[in-house]
């Protein structure tokens, strides 16, 4: 069930990022929602589809994100707010409501 959602989501938000939809995972990640190696795979933590679809869809965005700037730089979050304006927000209810939601 998490491998459609998941994979669903990315295939929804990847071109509004201005990437390819990459080859995705699906884990059991011990401490963190996802991640993205140098070669482009994006790592994504089945819990997500315990949560609000809107937080779930920042993390997709993020780790999209990742596939053009590898940094937490200024571009990389001009890049996740151009996708999604109220990331601020969404990351703010990530911390708040995730460990809930998995733990």
């Known amino acids: 069930h998490a491998a459609r959602v998941l994979n669903e989501r990315v295939r929804r ?3 509004l990022v201005g990437v390819a939809p990459p080859p995705v995972r699906i884990k059991d990640m011990r401490s ?3 991640s993205c190696s140098a ?3 994006v790592s994504l933590h089945w ?3 315990l949560l609000p679809l809107e ?3 920042y993390v997709v965005v993020h780790e999209l994100v990742h596939l053009k ?5 200024q571009a990389f ?3 996740v707010g151009a996708v999604l304006p109220d990331h601020r927000e969404r990351r ?4 708040s409501e995730g460990p809930r939601s998995v733990i």
């Open 39 to 41: 070669r482009g795979r």
């Open 55 to 57: 937080v779930a869809d």
């Open 77 to 79: 979050w001009r890049g």
């Open 32 to 34: 963190r929602w996802g």
């Open 92 to 95: 703010k209810r990530l911390k």
């Open 47 to 49: 819990g997500l589809v």
């Open 13 to 15: 938000f990847a071109p």
């Open 69 to 73: 700037e590898l940094n937490h730089g």
